[in-house]
């Protein structure tokens, strides 16, 4: 019902800058919170950032200062701007979304399939 399509991955030296985009597209009524996770190679998938409706926004530690989380609901968007960029900022990233469809008023989570983040030193 409601599909998610991240872009803007890539590869980037180091102190370098990204910007990711997830587009949700379907059936969507609306959408609630939304998130960036990361999962770099050999661990566990890790929140980024999370942005609510009313536009709060929260970061993991180890972004906070250098990436900043933003929506746009008119279209359906999350984007992550990724500032001064780490090799250890290396990993696919992954936006998560809770949306409703106009089929059903109930909050699903969807998942996109994944962009790669590549920093070299």
């Not at 949700?24 to 566990?44: F, H, N, T, V």
């Amino acid at each position: 019902q409601v599909q998610l399509v991240e872009s803007g991955g890539g590869s980037v030296q180091a102190a370098g800058s990204l910007t990711l985009s997830c587009a949700a597209s379907g059936l969507i009524w609306r959408c609630d919170g939304m998130s960036w996770y990361r999962q770099a190679p050999g661990k566990e998938r890790e929140v980024a950032s999370t942005i609510t409706r009313d536009g709060v926004k929260n970061y993991a530690d180890s972004v906070k200062g250098r990436f900043n989380i933003s929506r746009d609901d008119s279209k359906n968007t999350l984007y992550l701007q990724m500032n001064s960029l780490k090799p250890e900022d290396s990993g696919m990233y992954y936006c998560n979304m809770w949306c409703s469809s106009t089929t059903s008023s109930k909050l699903r989570n969807y998942w996109g399939q994944g962009t790669r983040v590549t920093v070299s030193s």
